[in-house]
């Protein structure tokens, strides 16, 4: 989501928040594909957490 952008000939100013995961859910990755185990289909890890990023960039 971009805050605001300004720019002109020369210059240009970009303010943003980016979200990710902003309602924190899991989100599994790599699942245990081994028949054997007794985890067989379930998930061995997750997506991090939620994180905000905000930033600005500026052009000339």
Do not use: C, K
């Given at each position: 989501?971009?805050?605001?952008?300004?720019?002109?000939?020369?210059?240009?100013l970009v303010l943003y928040a980016h979200?990710?995961?902003?309602?924190?859910?899991?989100?599994?990755?790599?699942?245990?594909?081994?028949?054997?185990?007794?985890?067989?289909?379930?998930?061995?890890?997750?997506?991090?957490?939620?994180?905000?990023?905000?930033?600005?960039?500026?052009?000339?």
């Amino acid at each position: 989501m971009t805050l605001v952008q300004r720019s002109n000939e020369r210059f240009g100013l970009v303010l943003y928040a980016h979200g990710y995961d902003i309602l924190n859910r899991v989100s599994y990755l790599n699942f245990s594909g081994n028949v054997q185990s007794p985890f067989f289909g379930q998930p061995t890890s997750a997506a991090p957490a939620r994180r905000l990023e905000v930033g600005v960039q500026f052009a000339f």
